[in-house]
């Protein structure tokens, strides 16, 4: 019984990994500004959003190798 719960934890562990890459791979088309100009703001945003995840996940296995050592 104890192994079918690990088994759950780890489909879950897997599952938002799996979305949180999706997120960062996926390339996102940008709608023209009424100028005919793509949009920097969206661009710019979207990347700050990719920065900050991957810092808070190295941040999040950073405190799990402190917590396990």
Known sequence: MN?????IKLAVIK???KK?????TFKK??????KGGKN???????GINRISIIMF???IIFV??????
């Open 57 to 59: 996940l190295i941040g």
């Open 3 to 7: 192994d079918f719960f690990i088994l």
């Open 29 to 34: 088309q940008d709608n023209p500004s009424p």
């Open 20 to 24: 949180i890459w999706s997120y960062l």
């Open 40 to 46: 920097v703001n969206l661009k710019m945003m979207h």
């Open 64 to 69: 799990l190798i402190k917590i396990f050592k």
């Open 15 to 17: 599952m938002i990994f």
